[in-house]
């Protein structure tokens, strides 16, 4: 477990570049009200811009999401799929109570170790638990219930890490899938990038619609720019 004293104080937020994904007309407007940054969270987004790895973190006003969730259904105990610098990690980290914790796994050691180092460095340190390794073999030794489950790593692996949350969150709580739209993969459009190759899409495609069983959950995908899947477990 990292460790650091809580912030003391009120904190200064400050609204992300313009530049950062502009999107739609709407999706801006969004940003520009809701995607409020503290400097903590801001050093982190310049780090990733700089190493042109910003396009695969969550924008701003998506960490105010999952804040959002954090705070609305008394979320406590996080696990994270796909850590990459640890911007996710304390978004989720700056909404958990005092007593909560957030496991975050990583596959790539470069990016676990600036991830790491981001979060000894913040004042939820103590929140974050970072773990460099595969995501599969580390879900193994994570035996305990938790209340939320964020997925945002490699798209191939979707429906296993859904596996490992169906059977690991606990009544109530939530599964979180990140980029389910797949970068409109899902309707034909293969022009998004980001190494999407037409194979992945049944695998996406099944991940929606498993959460999207009103027996099993209470559920929503979420028009983000990049698509946001919520799941409450019935």
Same mark, same amino acid.
């Given at each position: +477990?990292?460790?650091?004293? %809580? &912030?003391?104080?009120?904190?200064?937020?400050?609204?992300?570049?313009?530049?950062?994904?502009?999107? @739609?007309?709407?999706?801006?407007?969004?940003?520009?009200? $809701?995607?409020?940054?503290?400097?903590? &969270?801001?050093?982190?987004?310049?780090?990733? #811009?700089?190493?042109?790895?910003?396009? +695969?973190?969550?924008?701003?006003?998506?960490?105010?999401?999952?804040?959002?969730?954090?705070?609305?259904?008394? /979320?406590?105990?996080?696990?994270?799929?796909?850590?990459?610098?640890?911007?996710? @990690?304390?978004? =989720?980290?700056?909404?958990?109570? @005092? %007593?909560?914790?957030? /496991?975050?796994?990583?596959? %790539?050691?470069?990016?676990?170790?600036?991830?790491?180092? *981001?979060?000894?460095?913040?004042?939820?340190?103590?929140?974050?638990?970072?773990?460099?390794?595969?995501? &599969?073999?580390?879900?193994?030794?994570? *035996?305990?219930?938790?209340? =939320?489950? $964020?997925?945002?790593?490699?798209?191939?692996?979707?429906?296993?890490?859904?596996?490992?949350?169906?059977? *690991?969150?606990?009544?109530?709580?939530?599964?979180?899938?990140?980029?389910? $739209?797949?970068?409109?993969?899902?309707?034909?459009? #293969?022009?998004?990038?980001?190494?999407?190759?037409?194979? +992945?899409?049944?695998?996406?495609?099944?991940?929606?619609?498993?959460?999207? *069983?009103?027996?099993?959950?209470? @559920?929503?995908?979420?028009?983000?720019?990049?698509? #946001?899947? /919520?799941?409450?477990?019935?």
């Amino acid at each position: +477990m990292l460790n650091a004293k %809580d &912030l003391v104080g009120e904190i200064e937020y400050q609204q992300p570049s313009p530049k950062v994904r502009p999107i @739609s007309p709407e999706l801006n407007y969004v940003a520009e009200i $809701f995607g409020l940054e503290d400097p903590e &969270l801001a050093t982190v987004r310049k780090q990733m #811009m700089e190493q042109e790895l910003e396009y +695969m973190s969550l924008a701003p006003a998506e960490g105010r999401v999952l804040q959002f969730l954090i705070r609305g259904f008394g /979320i406590r105990q996080i696990v994270e799929i796909g850590a990459l610098y640890g911007y996710s @990690s304390l978004c =989720m980290a700056k909404a958990l109570p @005092s %007593d909560g914790e957030i /496991i975050s796994l990583e596959k %790539d050691s470069g990016r676990c170790a600036v991830a790491v180092a *981001n979060a000894r460095a913040s004042v939820v340190a103590e929140k974050i638990d970072i773990r460099c390794g595969d995501a &599969l073999e580390l879900l193994a030794y994570i *035996n305990d219930p938790v209340d =939320m489950v $964020f997925i945002d790593a490699d798209k191939a692996g979707y429906v296993k890490y859904l596996d490992w949350a169906e059977k *690991n969150v606990r009544r109530g709580g939530l599964i979180v899938g990140d980029n389910t $739209f797949l970068f409109g993969a899902l309707w034909g459009d #293969m022009r998004g990038g980001h190494g999407i190759e037409p194979w +992945m899409i049944p695998i996406m495609d099944e991940f929606n619609r498993r959460l999207a *069983n009103p027996a099993l959950y209470n @559920s929503i995908l979420v028009p983000t720019a990049e698509g #946001m899947t /919520i799941a409450q477990k019935r």
